[in-house]
């Protein structure tokens, strides 16, 4: 078992090795997921809508 004041001095020393994103890069990247997940969104939109419309006109053949 470390002890305590080692291992604060461990975890100060990872912490410090740590590289935390610009501003830029954290902005550019939050964009690019809104972009994926409004993509993705639209995608899975037209996909359900072709499905339900497929099946709308299986299902109106046996009425």
């Not at 809508?49 to 299986?58: D, E, N, T």
């Amino acid at each position: 078992m470390a002890n305590p004041l080692q291992f604060i001095q461990q975890v100060r020393s990872e912490v410090s090795k740590v590289v935390w994103p610009t501003r830029r890069e954290v902005l550019l990247t939050t964009v690019m997921v809104f972009i994926m997940a409004a993509l993705c969104a639209l995608f899975f939109g037209l996909v359900d809508l072709g499905i339900r419309s497929g099946l709308q006109a299986v299902l109106s053949m046996f009425n």
